[in-house]
């Protein structure tokens, strides 16, 4: 998979949406993220409701600070999460979301885009489908695949 770095995460302590919305707050600054989920739409609720939990806690750490410069930085990036856009309607039906949930046989119909950096696999899928679903992603994304028994 030309130029892409794969990185597999064990089943730690936490679970799969845990560990994913901390990895997604990162990585969905330098582009569009991809996740394969074999339920798309519950996968979504769960790391929404996460994903909610960080940008209140950035509000209360905000609200908690005296420092300026601190306050213009964290204002800015709730700001950023704020207009993070989330789906899980098939890519065909709905393309360009910055964070979209689809089942493998929607990703191999309608591959991540180009401006994709990172893909999310968080149920055993093959490695033919894994090639075919990475076939458009840029050369320097990252490809995350969870480990699950």
Not at 63 to 87: G, P
Not at 118 to 142: A, D, H, N, R
Request: aromatic content about 8%; overall charge positive.
């Amino acid at each position: 998979m030309r130029g892409l770095y794969i990185e597999h995460r064990p089943k730690g302590s936490g679970t799969i949406s845990e560990d994913l919305v901390k990895h997604m707050y990162i990585r969905v600054s330098q582009g569009s993220v991809a996740v394969v989920a074999e339920h798309p739409v519950s996968m979504l609720a769960v790391i929404r409701k996460r994903w909610l939990k960080i940008e209140r806690r950035l509000r209360r750490e905000r609200s908690s600070t005296l420092s300026a410069s601190k306050i213009l930085e964290l204002t800015h990036q709730i700001t950023k999460m704020q207009t993070i856009r989330f789906t899980a309607k098939p890519p065909k039906e709905e393309p360009g979301g910055d964070v979209q949930f689809a089942t493998v046989k929607d990703w191999m119909a309608w591959p991540p885009e180009a401006n994709c950096r990172t893909l999310y696999v968080t149920y055993p899928i093959t490695k033919e489908q894994l090639y075919l679903i990475t076939g458009w992603m840029c050369e320097s994304g990252v490809i995350v695949i969870y480990d699950v028994v």
